[in-house]
């Protein structure tokens, strides 16, 4: 059973970094892309990046200054790490998986963790 | 960018025929996206490729369309169908979304 949960810390504070991991089970990252999607009040759903099957990644030039996409294997996790926050980021924040072939859908997503950047 | 343009909102009967369209702005070929998402939810993926119905989505609900023009059908609606339900297209980068439909049951 596929099965994607993000942990974040809830709030974060203006200028300051934010760290979610997703944990992932029933698949391996190895054989699937992961992405990270946000939705926010202001923009509603954005695609951020994603770390593909081979570890290397692609980000959506929007946030590619301030983006980080990795992965441990070991730990079936995917991290998402962006600086220089802002209260327009606030949101809830996704992982989700799409297959190899270009193009493919997000076909499972997680629950999504809600950011609040706030001071 | 992709713009994806979608009408704001919809109110139907149980049982009648609603169609939720999404334009883009420029063409995507065929991969346009449809999922739905209940509130607190989510999103749930329901086509994909614009007419291919995703894994346990019931039959009522499909997908047509190529280009820049695309549409959500959903015959008969349930009252199990009130959500947002949003396009998304994977052909141009970066991937986008549109704004959400949101479906609501008379």
């Known amino acids: 059973q596929v099965q994607l949960k993000e942990t974040g810390p809830g709030l974060v504070q203006p200028t300051q970094t934010l760290s979610i991991t997703c944990t992932v089970s029933?698949?391996?990252?190895?054989?699937?892309?992961m992405q990270w999607v946000r939705q926010t009040p202001g923009k509603g759903l954005e695609w951020m990046g994603f770390?593909?099957?081979?570890?290397?990644?692609e980000y959506n030039s929007e946030f590619k200054s301030r983006l980080s996409i990795s992965r441990d294997t070991s730990k079936n996790q995917v991290f998402l790490k962006m600086n220089s926050l802002k209260t327009e980021d606030t949101g809830v924040y996704y992982c989700?998986?799409?297959?190899?072939?270009?193009?493919?859908?997000?076909?499972?997503w997680g629950q999504g963790t809600l950011v609040t950047v706030s001071s | 960018d992709t713009v994806l343009t979608q009408s704001p909102a919809l109110a139907v009967s149980p049982g009648e025929r609603v169609s939720i369209s999404c334009r883009a702005s420029?063409?995507?070929?065929?991969?346009m996206h449809w999922y739905q998402q209940k509130p607190g939810q989510q999103p749930k993926l329901l086509i994909y490729k614009a007419s291919n119905l995703a894994s346990g989505v019931p039959a009522r609900f499909s997908g047509s369309g190529s280009g820049t023009d695309f549409t959500l059908t959903i015959d008969p609606v349930e009252a199990d169908d009130t959500a947002t339900y949003f396009c998304q297209q994977s052909w141009n980068d970066p991937y986008t979304f549109g704004a959400g439909t949101k479906l609501e049951l008379k």
């Open positions: 770390i593909r099957s081979g570890g290397s990644t």
């Open positions: 989700a998986s799409r297959g190899n072939y270009p193009g493919t859908p997000f076909a499972y």
């Open positions: 420029e063409g995507v070929n065929s991969y």
């Open positions: 029933g698949f391996s990252l190895t054989s699937y892309y």
